[in-house]
């Protein structure tokens, strides 16, 4: 079945920077875009941004711009997001999710990763 | 604060019938098809309901999504404990150029 599974838990300090990963199976990686969602202790979720596998395009929303990398290694169908220049509001629970079709008039996201906790404190 | 305004709180009685609105612009669902997720509590959010109405395998016909001009809605009839979970709603933001999110609907049954 198609699933995608992310690296483990994080604590950094503030001003550092932190790298999840996502790893798929059960499909074609290179077939589907990749987004970033993070959700805050308590909060609402935030869309951060997408990356294409096939051809590393990516799009970033304009509060994380400057600030977040997606990347991608197809031979091990992995997704990464790193967060640079860490804030105690960095602190969330971070979610890859894979898009149907950016192309297409009706896209969503479906399935989601089990989400990756990063602790930001000092 | 989110471009997309959901109640933050709604319940019901096992057996009623509960709607989630979303209220957001033409940039967003005036102009693209609504999604809903799914959250129960302490988990990753689940596709509900994809472009305004459409219910992906396994997810039970008491889930109904429409839309209407700037406004979509969720229902949920036959209300059940198992219902009790956050829902969002999410359509694509052209003026954003991105994807955005309701603050989210807590759903209690009593």
């Known amino acids: 079945q198609v699933q995608l599974v992310q690296s483990g838990a994080e604590v950094k300090k503030p001003g550092a920077s932190v790298k999840v990963s996502c790893k798929a199976s059960?499909?074609?990686?290179?077939?589907?875009?990749i987004n970033w969602v993070r959700q805050a202790t308590g909060q609402g979720l935030e869309w951060m941004g997408w990356m294409n596998p096939n051809s590393g395009n990516t799009g970033y929303a304009q509060k994380f711009q400057g600030r977040v990398t997606m990347t991608r290694n197809t031979s091990m169908n992995t997704a990464y997001m790193e967060l640079s220049s860490l804030k105690s509001e960095d602190t969330a629970v971070y979610y890859c999710t894979r898009e149907l079709d950016r192309e297409a008039d009706d896209n969503w996201f479906d399935p989601w990763g089990q989400g990756t906790l990063v602790t930001v404190s000092s | 604060q989110s471009v997309l305004t959901q109640p933050p709180s709604a319940s019901g009685t096992p057996g009623q019938r509960v709607t989630i609105s979303c209220s957001g612009s033409?940039?967003?669902?005036?102009?693209?098809?609504v999604n809903w997720y799914q959250q129960l509590p302490g988990t990753a959010p689940k596709l509900l309901i994809y472009s305004n109405n459409q219910r992906p395998s396994g997810v039970p016909d008491r889930f109904s999504g429409s839309k209407s001009g700037t406004s979509a809605s969720l229902a949920i009839s036959g209300l059940q404990s198992e219902d009790e979970a956050d829902y969002y709603c999410a359509p694509w933001d052209d003026s954003l150029n991105g994807w955005v999110f309701g603050g989210g609907t807590k759903l209690t049954v009593l």
């Open positions: 059960g499909y074609t990686f290179s077939s589907y875009d």
């Open positions: 033409s940039s967003n669902i005036g102009s693209n098809t």
